[in-house]
């Protein structure tokens, strides 16, 4: 962790105007980044990268952890449940998925998001369209931490049991 903030933060001292976040579910992760900055009055403009996956792509996501997206086996777990169902229900819950993640990235403070993985003009109308739903629907932290714990039923989203947050606490 320490090492990424560093990373990020040479960046930024040459010049670089903007943060963009690995992308991945994991909201805690998300938080942690906005403290870091806060915690040393960093006020830089930054994009949460959230990434929509079709059903058919879960597998190759699961398989390939090269590809940069870390998840914990809980969540692969729930992404392989999810992609089990019918089409139209795992789409679905990947939309409200990354709704979800972007009402909760506005609310930890991020300047935007970039979603990934739209691939169709009628699927991107989709996600707008939710997403825009998500942010009236969630204006403070409270009903969103519960709505997004509710949806998740609460896994872990940590890829490792090692130290792997920078702080306490995050998403109490």
């Known amino acids: 962790v320490h090492l990424q903030y560093f990373k990020m933060d040479r960046k930024l001292n040459v010049?670089?105007?903007?943060?963009?976040?690995?992308?991945?579910?994991?909201?805690?992760?998300y938080q942690e980044l906005q403290g870091f900055l806060q915690s040393r009055n960093m006020s830089e403009c930054v994009l949460a990268r959230l990434t929509l996956i079709r059903p058919a792509e879960i597998r190759a996501v699961l398989d390939s952890p090269e590809r940069g997206?870390?998840?914990?086996?809980?969540?692969?777990?729930l992404l392989e449940r999810e992609s089990n169902i019918n089409e139209t229900q795992a789409m679905a819950a990947q939309i409200r998925r990354t709704a979800l993640a972007a009402a909760g990235?506005?609310?930890?403070?991020y300047s935007g998001i970039q979603v990934g993985g739209v691939?169709?003009?009628?699927?991107a109308a989709t996600v707008v369209d939710q997403v825009t739903d998500a942010f009236d629907e969630f204006t403070d932290y409270r009903r969103w931490l519960i709505a997004w714990n509710d949806f998740h039923d609460r896994i872990e989203m940590a890829p490792t049991l090692q130290k792997y947050y920078m702080f306490k606490r995050l998403m109490d």
């Not at 691939?119 to 699927?123: A, E, F, H, V």
Request: with cysteine.
């Open 69 to 77: 997206t870390v998840i914990s086996r809980e969540m692969a777990a």
């Open 15 to 29: 010049g670089a105007e903007f943060i963009v976040t690995e992308d991945g579910w994991d909201m805690k992760k």
């Open 105 to 109: 990235c506005r609310l930890f403070g």
């Open 119 to 123: 691939t169709d003009p009628k699927l």
